[in-house]
């Protein structure tokens, strides 16, 4: 990966993930987070790597970087076989997807645009997840305790 200058940078997280704050607050560093208003659509021709990394750049575009800030923003697609798992809309969609998972292997990709002034630089990193068979009652504690 090319190096990218952040000294004397404010850095923005163009995100209001809990776990985004959570990574950049276990890396130490100081941040300021803005909600960026953007519709998660994307072409369907694109691969779910590609869709991660159209999604990050179409976020990196809703903010207007000053001359000092470092712009991060990033999206994580989940796929099985190509095929995109959207984020549940409700409860019963996360029982269907969690059901859809279980016992199989699947991708999780994250795609990060960094952006200064004066640069942009885009990259991924794919994770494997194999779930456990996961029993009926173990999906509906997960689906109604912790809002996946």
């Given at each position: 990966?090319?190096?990218?200058?952040?000294?004397?940078?404010?850095?923005?997280?163009?995100?209001?993930?809990?776990?985004?704050?959570?990574?950049?607050?276990?890396?130490?560093?100081?941040?300021?987070?803005?909600?960026?208003?953007?519709?998660?659509?994307?072409?369907?021709?694109?691969?779910?790597?590609?869709?991660?990394?159209?999604?990050?750049?179409?976020?990196?575009?809703?903010?207007?970087?000053?001359?000092?800030?470092?712009?991060?923003?990033?999206?994580?697609?989940?796929?099985?076989?190509?095929?995109?798992?959207?984020?549940?809309?409700?409860?019963?969609?996360?029982?269907?997807?969690?059901?859809?998972?279980?016992?199989?292997?699947?991708?999780?990709?994250?795609?990060?645009t960094l952006k200064t002034k004066e640069e942009e630089l885009s990259f991924y990193e794919r994770s494997i997840v194999k779930f456990k068979k996961l029993s009926k009652l173990e999906i509906l504690f997960y689906v109604n305790n912790y809002n996946p």
């Amino acid at each position: 990966m090319e190096e990218f200058n952040i000294n004397n940078k404010q850095i923005i997280l163009g995100s209001q993930s809990p776990r985004r704050k959570e990574l950049l607050n276990a890396m130490g560093l100081k941040f300021k987070v803005k909600k960026l208003n953007v519709e998660e659509s994307y072409p369907q021709s694109l691969s779910p790597i590609q869709t991660a990394l159209f999604l990050s750049r179409k976020k990196s575009k809703a903010y207007k970087v000053s001359h000092n800030e470092l712009l991060i923003c990033a999206d994580t697609i989940v796929y099985q076989k190509n095929n995109i798992f959207e984020k549940p809309k409700s409860k019963k969609e996360a029982v269907q997807m969690l059901t859809e998972i279980s016992n199989k292997q699947h991708y999780v990709v994250t795609g990060v645009t960094l952006k200064t002034k004066e640069e942009e630089l885009s990259f991924y990193e794919r994770s494997i997840v194999k779930f456990k068979k996961l029993s009926k009652l173990e999906i509906l504690f997960y689906v109604n305790n912790y809002n996946p």
